[in-house]
C-alpha cells in the first residue's frame, strides 16, 4: 500500500545521498494521481512512472548545474536564429492510457511551439509532446526513461552524463543515437561538454557568451557558403 501523506513521502527521499531516489511498485494509476494532487507542485523532487512503478528523485546541485546551462544554450540558439521556443521545465507529460508519466529536467517546445503559445496547461495526447527533453543524469534509474519518453512521443531527448553530452531521435520503437540534433542540426554537439566543464572555472554566463559566439559565427559561415 502506498501512502499519500506528503511528509511521509518527502522524508522517504535521502536527503544528501548519491542515491537520492526512492521507488515505489504496484502502484496503480489512481494512487499515482492522488499523490501527485495532494502534494501538488510545490516540491523539490521529480517523478517518473511506468506501469505501476513509481520513482521519485531528488535533483542534486551537480545535476541541475548542466541542466540549466543546456537550457542557455538553447535560449541562445533560439536568438541567434530569431526564433519562439517554449521553456516547459520539469513540465509534467503523462498518458492514462499508457500508464505512463514523467517529468524531466527540461524540455522544450521548438517546432510545435505556436501551438501550445499562451497555453495554461498541456494535456496529452490532445496536445502535441515537447519536441526537445533533456535528462541530466548522475544516478541510476530504476524505470525506462527513454521508453516512457518515446511512448509519449517526444522527438528528441538529450542526456547529460558522464560529462558527455548523448543526442537521440526517435525512431520506432524507441530511440537511436546520433551525431547531430534534429531541431538544431549545425549545434556542435561535441563541444558542449568542454564548455559546461570550463563555466566552472570562468563562470556560467560567460561560458554562454562564448556559445552565443559560436553560434553566431558558425551561422555567419553557413550564410557565405564557407565549410
Not at 517529468?103 to 526537445?132: H, K, M, T, W
Not at 526517435?170 to 540534433?181: D, K, L, T, V
Not at 570550463?198 to 550564410?223: H, K, M, P
Amino acid at each position: 500500500m502506498v501512502t499519500t501523506n506528503k511528509n511521509l513521502v518527502e522524508q522517504t527521499v535521502p536527503a544528501s545521498a548519491r542515491e537520492s531516489r526512492v521507488v515505489m511498485k504496484g502502484v496503480s494509476w489512481e494512487t499515482y494521481k492522488k499523490l501527485m494532487s495532494e502534494v501538488g507542485d510545490d516540491r523539490a523532487w521529480r517523478i517518473a512512472y511506468d506501469r505501476g512503478v513509481l520513482e521519485i528523485r531528488m535533483p542534486l546541485l551537480e545535476h541541475e548545474l548542466p541542466k540549466g546551462l543546456l537550457e542557455s544554450f538553447i535560449e541562445a540558439i533560439a536568438d541567434e536564429l530569431g526564433i519562439e521556443v517554449l521553456k516547459a521545465g520539469s513540465l509534467t507529460l503523462e498518458r492514462e492510457d499508457l500508464t505512463n508519466a514523467i517529468e524531466p529536467d527540461s524540455c522544450f517546445y521548438i517546432q510545435n511551439e505556436a501551438e501550445v503559445r499562451g497555453r495554461e496547461e498541456i494535456i496529452l495526447p490532445g496536445d502535441p509532446p515537447p519536441d526537445l527533453a533533456i535528462e541530466s543524469d548522475y544516478t541510476s534509474s530504476s524505470v525506462n526513461k527513454q521508453a516512457i519518453y518515446s511512448a509519449l512521443g517526444v522527438t528528441e531527448l538529450w542526456r547529460y552524463t558522464k560529462k558527455t553530452l548523448l543526442v537521440y531521435r526517435r525512431i520506432e520503437g524507441g530511440y537511436e543515437q546520433c551525431e547531430q540534433s534534429l531541431a538544431f542540426p549545425f549545434l556542435p554537439i561535441s563541444e558542449i561538454p568542454s564548455l559546461i566543464e570550463q563555466s566552472r572555472s570562468i563562470g556560467q554566463r560567460s561560458v554562454v557568451r562564448l556559445f552565443r559566439q559560436r553560434i553566431r559565427e558558425i551561422l555567419d559561415s553557413r550564410a557565405t557558403g564557407d565549410s
